[in-house]
């Protein structure tokens, strides 16, 4: 049935989680989703909430007040939160994924000591930098300088897309520091935005993910503590290729919490809408529809709880990922359209949500990554794999 074979994939403790967050969501997430999209304002009441039964501590050691850093049980929370509103689920994937995910894997005792609890507490809220207004698929081209003087580094040069970045405390932020060295000349820090010479401009007006602050930031001669480099000098960019690989399962569990939704709406509709003296779903086309997006949504979502599952175990992910959000962030606009199509006139007005499934899932056909992108990494591994 529907379902069963992630059940073989989660534990107990999984298990137990998805209801909880699930109860959580269905309270406090569901009667405000359509307002956040509507007002595009982020809920900070609903975020302290989260903070409150622990979710902001997804992929946070428990050590350091977290709750694990088990990348399935980051994907099932999103997942449930998406399946209400995909910006909450973006903002909270920025925050953890994006922000302290970095600083579990790749920081000192030091940093992880002073930055993971609050963090975990959702006391700081948490974001990354890295695309440039000239440099996006090409990340290893951005132009951001920081220059070392003394006990700091100076920082120059802007971030634009930035996810959270107008309510960040922390951002996990790429700037070069040996220029003519490329993408080899690319450090990480974890850039404090309380500080002089950092500014912030007004949030971007989006089709979807409203709610989810994306801004653009400003650094003139910005300072961080050299004590803030995390990982080693001009190594920044192992550290991005590595995370990107989390944050592609990750947000593909996004596309997944969509999916799933739209299916729903698929199904329950379908029943309920009578034309021709019988409910809708008993013409093939639309039973067409429903099994489509099933077949697909099962087959994907396995793919990514056993990816998820397994992913200390292997010790290169970046195919398998690319894999899991691409298929995934297309599965979600495909589905979400189904369901606009099978909800016919009122699939296309704001009164059922199906229409904010669409403009939410087109984002991840284009953040972390865009579908082309994900595809040259594909097909680069395999074109150089088969090389005879
Ligand atoms: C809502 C939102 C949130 C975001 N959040 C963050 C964030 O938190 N942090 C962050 O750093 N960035 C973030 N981004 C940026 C995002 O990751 C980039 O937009 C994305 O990587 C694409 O870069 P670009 O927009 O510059 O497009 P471009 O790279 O200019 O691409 C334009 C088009 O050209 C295609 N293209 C480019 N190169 C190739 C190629 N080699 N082969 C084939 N086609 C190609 C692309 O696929 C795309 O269709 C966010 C973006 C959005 C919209």
Redesign the pocket.
């Known amino acids: 049935m529907f379902g069963n074979l992630i059940n073989l994939i989660e534990t107990d403790e999984h298990r137990l989680l998805r209801e909880t967050v699930r109860k959580f969501v269905k309270d406090k997430v569901a009667p405000r989703a359509s307002e956040i999209d509507e007002k595009d304002e982020f809920p900070e009441d609903i975020f302290k909430e989260m903070a409150e039964i622990g979710i902001t501590g997804i992929l946070i050691p428990e050590e350091y007040g977290g709750f694990g850093d088990d990348v399935l049980s980051a994907v099932i929370v999103l997942e449930e939160i998406a399946r209400e509103s995909a910006s909450l689920a ?1 903002s909270l994937l ?1 925050h953890s994924v ?1 922000g302290a995910h970095p600083i579990t894997r790749f920081g000192n005792p030091e940093q992880k000591k002073k930055y993971l609890p609050k963090l975990a507490k959702g006391e700081m809220i948490g ?13 290893a081209s951005i132009t951001t300088i920081a220059k070392e003087e003394d006990d700091k580094f100076i920082i120059t040069g802007s ?7 107008s309510i960040a405390g922390l951002v996990i932020l ?1 700037a070069k520091t040996s220029p003519e060295k490329g993408k080899d000349g690319i450090s990480a820090f974890i850039f404090e935005t309380n500080v002089p010479g950092f500014s912030v401009s007004k949030n ?1 007006e ?1 089709i ?2 409203r709610g ?1 602050p ?1 801004s653009t930031l400003f650094f003139e001669n910005a300072p961080c503590p050299k004590e803030n480099l995390l990982g080693e000098k001009d190594k920044g960019f192992n550290i991005l290729v590595k995370c990107f690989e989390v944050e592609r399962i990750t947000i593909a569990a996004i596309s997944l919490g969509i999916a799933i939704s739209a299916l729903e709406w698929q199904i329950r509709y379908s029943r309920e809408r009578k034309q021709f003296g019988v409910p809708i779903s008993e013409f093939q086309m639309i039973g067409e529809k429903i099994a489509n997006t099933t077949a697909e949504l099962e087959v994907v979502r396995t793919y990514i709880y056993l990816l998820a599952k397994n992913y200390d175990v292997n010790k290169d992910n970046r195919v398998e990922s690319a894999t899991a959000k691409l298929l995934a962030g297309e599965l979600g606009v495909k589905a979400s359209l189904d369901a606009i199509q099978i909800l016919g006139g009122y699939g296309y007005t704001k009164e059922y949500p199906v229409e904010r499934y669409l403009r939410d899932a087109k ?1 991840m056909d ?8 994900m ?2 990494i594909i097909s680069n591994v395999m074109l150089k794999k088969y090389l005879v």
Do not use: Q, V, W
């Open positions: 973006l920025a994006l974001a990354l930098a890295i695309t440039e207004p000239d440099a996006g698929s090409d990340n971030k634009i897309f930035i996810t959270n970045g790429y971007f989006k979807g993910m989810s994306t984002l284009i953040g972390a990554g865009t579908s082309e992108i595809r040259y």
